[in-house]
């Protein structure tokens, strides 16, 4: 296919600074965007202006009539994602839809029904599988560095406030701190697909259980946060597990170019382990290579070599710069993107039976048990 796929953007908040700026001239992608749209008329002329889009809509339905649009980002709160999925279908566009891609099984299966009947491409946007260390390590997971993952660490460090770090308008929080928009857990529902994502990803067989605790803390003086929290996971093979643990602080000093908060993975394998300092934030940036290490990724082999690669790209954004372009190259290639809904929806079923799990005195739950809502 020689054309450039024409891009529609469909929600112009928060996050879709990273989608707009993926599809600048300097990422050279086959794609260019033709129209946006938003309900809010303030940010829709803005966005016109900034990235010099003539095609702007307010309404959804006459924003997917357009048929110089071959594709849509779906960039809208969950609790919108099916209706937008399913009538992006029927208006014939390939859909790139926002992780957490629904609420419920349910919502998520009848996406799939419409796309099954269509030629046209469903994939879920999750960029942190595109995040270049992640990248790295799942190469030398391939390539048997670190023999099978037993054990994965995730940890994750929140600051109300910190040296640097986004504006996040309240509005964005508010709809996440619904039970319908969001079941009212901003970091554990919708930060968590990223993690139980890459979970995943990283671990070849499925998640068996989930246990999961939270506590509470008040931000911005009036929001009820739901960290700090601890999520376990297990897998049929009991000598493996993964934990993804996550801190709430009034202060860190940590800069940002993004949200207020940093990632630390650690992979340990069979006779090695990896790790990785640093995702969303820039905490581990200017850290020198003692403990606990600069960005990129460092590894310990079996012959107890340790290795470090430093020249991986760390900038948060770029995942979103890869993923988006995954999106266009298999629509180009007439090949099913990553991440296919199918695993989607297992991801989904995850954070689901974490749901159950923190509504059940942070009881056990099978993953499978879970067969539409928490
Ligand atoms: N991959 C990531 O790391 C990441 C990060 C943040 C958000 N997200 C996901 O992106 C999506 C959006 O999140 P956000 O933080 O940008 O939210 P947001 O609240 O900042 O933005 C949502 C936008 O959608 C618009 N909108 C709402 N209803 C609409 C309608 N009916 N028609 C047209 N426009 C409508 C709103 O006006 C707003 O501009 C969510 O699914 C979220 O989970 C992903």
Redesign the pocket.
Known sequence: MGDKIRVGI???????TLHLQAYKPENKMNAEIVAI????KK?LKQVADEYNVEQTY???DEFLKNNKIDAVEI????H??TE?TIKAFRAGKHVSL???PALTLSDMDKMIEVSKNTELKFRI????RFYEPYMKAKGLIKQNVIGKPVKIDYQMLSAEKSLSAWD??L??WQ?RLTEKGNYKLPTIF??GY?KHSIIAHFFDEPVKSVIAWQGKTKVFNVLDWDIPANIIYTFKDKSHMATWSISMHKFFPMQSKY?GCDEYLTIYGDYGAIYMPGCTGSLYENCDNSAPGKAGIHWIDKEGKWHSDLNVNTDWANS?VNCSREFIEAIREDRQPEVNPIEARYILQISLAIVRSLRNNYREIKVKDIEDKP
């Open positions: 469909l929600g112009l908040g928060r996050i879709s749209c938003d309900k809010n940010r307010s309404n959804v960039l809208t709160p969950h919108l994602h937008h926002q992780k957490i946007f999750e960029n942190f996040v308008p509005k964005s709809w919708d930060d990223h949200y979103f």
